[in-house]
């Protein structure tokens, strides 16, 4: 009779030790998820998108990428966050965001960035953001990185009816927005193959020569007149990927150092009143 009621007694202790062992746990549990949705920890991209951080991160940039079909936006985004790229054309149909960290001039930034479908046109106020754009975040981004093809300059034509759009339906002061020219590994590589020696040369020169005009020409537009940031690159073999990110990332944070976003210093490795000093910046992603 005793040993029956040591062994009850025995098996209500272990319950009770079990109630609270998992009282514990679910108080471990709920604890990790509050410092999650605080926006917790490092945030990394590891194969698929994280979670979003919390909007109380004061630092949250929120970059979007728009352009016309098939100009490598996606590309841009997985090479230079995966370091990863795929031969094969998918179109986006849906939203994606990643969330990768960037430390620019020793100061840490989460970055969102948003890749979207094609759009037809840019929302000319939250209605229409909200009818067609849902959830798109298209109106409140911090910074646009508007991506055209190099070897069709057709696709410019797309952004620079996007971008008027978007100075006509929102004040895009202090938004920076940064134009980039994609797949520069294609340029002056459609000529025709039919054709050999000095025809063959001779069309390759033209071709070049056409494409280097039109190529000025966007760059001074971009540069001179909508006063925006242009980077040419290729998604495809991972060149000056980082370098469009990091062209964004200087400005964004001299924005925040002009507009007085910091009490500390100047950042560190500038040049007051010189353009060398952009090139001299430390980026770094993690």
């Given at each position: 009779m005793?040993?029956?009621?040591n062994t009850?007694?025995?098996?209500k202790?272990?319950?009770?030790n079990?109630?609270?062992n998992c009282t ?6 709920e ?17 698929a998108?994280?979670v ?12 979007v990428l728009?352009?016309a079909p098939?100009v490598?936006?996606t590309?841009?985004i997985?090479?230079?966050v ?9 179109p986006t149909?849906?939203?994606h965001?990643f969330?990768?960290s960037?430390?620019?001039n020793?100061?840490?930034y989460e970055?969102k ?5 094609v759009i037809?046109y840019?929302?000319?106020?939250s209605?229409y953001?909200?009818a067609?754009?849902r959830?798109?975040?298209?109106r409140?981004?911090?910074?646009y990185i508007l991506?055209?093809?190099l070897?069709n300059?057709?696709t410019f ?5 996007l971008?008027?759009?978007m100075v006509e339906s929102?004040?895009?002061?202090n938004?920076?927005?940064?134009v ?18 000095l025809q063959q040369?001779?069309?390759?020169e033209?071709?070049?020569?056409d494409s280097r005009e039109?190529?000025r020409n966007?760059v001074n537009?971009?540069?001179?007149h909508?006063k925006c940031?242009y980077v040419?690159?290729?998604a495809?073999y991972?060149w000056r990927?980082i370098a ?15 507009g ?6 100047p950042p560190?490795?500038?040049?007051a009143g010189?353009?060398g000093g952009t ?5 770094a992603?993690a």
């Amino acid at each position: 009779m005793n040993k029956f009621d040591n062994t009850t007694k025995n098996d209500k202790d272990s319950d009770k030790n079990a109630k609270s062992n998992c009282t514990k746990q679910t108080k471990v549990l709920e604890l990790d998820l509050d410092y999650l949705e605080r926006g917790g920890g490092t945030l990394t991209v590891t194969g698929a998108p994280s979670v979003e951080p919390s909007p109380d991160n004061l630092d949250l940039v929120k970059v979007v990428l728009l352009g016309a079909p098939a100009v490598g936006k996606t590309s841009i985004i997985q090479q230079f966050v995966w370091s990863d790229f795929s031969e094969e054309y998918v179109p986006t149909d849906r939203k994606h965001t990643f969330y990768p960290s960037v430390i620019i001039n020793e100061h840490l930034y989460e970055v969102k960035i948003t890749d979207v479908p094609v759009i037809p046109y840019f929302p000319i106020n939250s209605y229409y953001e909200w009818a067609h754009y849902r959830f798109y975040g298209l109106r409140n981004a911090t910074a646009y990185i508007l991506v055209f093809d190099l070897s069709n300059v057709e696709t410019f034509q797309y952004i620079r009816t996007l971008r008027d759009q978007m100075v006509e339906s929102r004040d895009m002061r202090n938004v920076p927005v940064l134009v980039v020219g994609n797949k520069q590994d294609l340029l002056c590589s459609n000529t025709p193959s039919a054709v050999t020696g000095l025809q063959q040369l001779a069309m390759a020169e033209s071709a070049c020569g056409d494409s280097r005009e039109k190529r000025r020409n966007i760059v001074n537009l971009v540069r001179k007149h909508w006063k925006c940031g242009y980077v040419e690159c290729s998604a495809k073999y991972n060149w000056r990927v980082i370098a469009v990110f990091k062209e964004l990332m200087e400005m964004i944070d001299a924005l925040e150092w002009s507009g007085g976003g910091r009490s500390a210093e100047p950042p560190p490795d500038s040049t007051a009143g010189g353009s060398g000093g952009t090139h001299e910046n430390r980026c770094a992603v993690a």
